[in-house]
């Protein structure tokens, strides 16, 4: 089994190398959001089941080095020499100081926020800390959050009116039919946040 889940295969060496360069710094290991289906689970990827069941995964959170070549996922075989919750802490504690902001869109009123463009920005959403912005700036206790594709995501309070709900949810389905910017899509629902924690899922499948 090789060391990563990534189209450039790499040797044992050089996934040494890599983690050599974690350790220096060098490379950071970071969450990574992907689809249930992610070819990765059966290629033997380390990751956490975020929506849905071992069973039944709908979105699970794959972990693995940002290098400047590619993104090397860690597999079941890196737990042989490496501590699995240490993983899990490093990545989430980097994902913590990857800085993104949001924006508001004159286009929906200033009442929709947008924070993307960014490698982690839809990772994002799994940061309590930056989902209590959003609660903030929209003065919402209950929000909605897409985030279709990997650099994406949008967010909304579930009290807004029906037109910018409808608007929000047609915003969505654009960018998880887009497939223009080459950006991996994650899942076509949306996500229920209160006290910047995920609640709950709507699911969009038609």
């Not at 400047?68 to 989430?92: C, R, W």
């Not at 800085?99 to 920005?121: C, H, M, P, Q």
């Not at 959003?134 to 994406?152: D, F, G, N, Q, W």
Request: aromatic content about 8%; proline content about 3%.
């Amino acid at each position: 089994m090789s060391n990563t889940i990534s189209g450039n295969e790499k040797t044992k060496e050089e996934i040494e190398k890599i983690a050599t360069q974690k350790r220096s710094g060098n490379h950071k290991i970071y969450p990574i959001l992907k689809p249930g289906n992610w070819g990765g689970l059966r290629a033997g990827a380390v990751s956490s089941t975020l929506i849905g069941d071992n069973e039944n995964p709908q979105v699970v959170v794959g972990y693995g080095y940002d290098t400047p070549e590619n993104f090397v996922f860690l597999t079941n075989q890196d737990l042989k020499t490496m501590d699995g919750n240490q993983i899990i802490a490093d990545s989430f504690k980097n994902l913590e100081e990857f800085v993104t902001d949001f924006e508001y869109s004159e286009a929906f009123e200033n009442k929709l926020l947008t924070s993307s463009g960014r490698d982690f920005s839809s990772e994002r959403i799994l940061s309590v800390n930056h989902m209590l912005k959003a609660h903030k700036m929209l003065e919402s206790e209950e929000l909605l959050v897409t985030i279709p594709r990997r650099t994406c995501m949008m967010v909304i309070s579930r009290d807004a009116e029906n037109k910018l709900l409808n608007a929000f949810v047609n915003f969505h389905q654009q960018a998880w039919e887009d497939d223009s910017y080459g950006n991996a899509p994650i899942a076509n629902m949306l996500y229920v946040v209160k006290e910047g924690n995920i609640v709950g899922t709507i699911p969009l499948n038609k």
